[in-house]
């Protein structure tokens, strides 16, 4: 368990460093469509991290990273989640 922590702290430690480099201009796919004039409709549900950042916390660096350790945290959860899933139903064949 302590070699997962470790890789955690490491990866927490580059969002909080690397955070402030994201980019604010849009990805390739909303670049060509604001080319070609495509707009985009209302959506339904904005999501719970609209543009990478919590909406409930003001500063734009503490929401980007509270947003993308959430995000990790998220990820991580699902892996194991599915690595469990995927090992018992492996030990019962």
Same mark, same amino acid.
């Given at each position: 368990?302590? *070699?997962? @922590?470790? %890789?955690? %702290?490491?990866? @927490?430690?580059?969002?909080?460093?690397?955070?402030?480099?994201? &980019?604010?201009?849009? !990805? *390739?796919?909303?670049? #060509?469509?604001?080319?070609?004039? #495509?707009?985009?409709?209302? &959506? #339904?549900?904005?999501? @719970?991290?609209? !543009?990478?950042?919590?909406?409930? %916390? !003001?500063?734009?660096?503490?929401?980007?990273?509270?947003? *993308?350790?959430?995000?990790?945290?998220? #990820?991580?959860?699902?892996?194991?989640?599915?690595?469990?899933?995927? &090992?018992?139903?492996?030990?019962?064949?």
């Amino acid at each position: 368990m302590k *070699g997962y @922590l470790k %890789i955690l %702290i490491i990866i @927490l430690l580059c969002l909080a460093v690397l955070i402030p480099f994201a &980019s604010e201009f849009p !990805d *390739g796919l909303e670049t #060509v469509a604001e080319t070609l004039g #495509v707009e985009e409709s209302a &959506s #339904v549900w904005e999501g @719970l991290m609209p !543009d990478y950042q919590l909406p409930i %916390i !003001d500063n734009p660096y503490i929401s980007t990273l509270a947003a *993308g350790i959430f995000g990790v945290f998220l #990820v991580f959860c699902a892996t194991f989640i599915l690595g469990i899933a995927i &090992s018992k139903k492996a030990k019962n064949k």
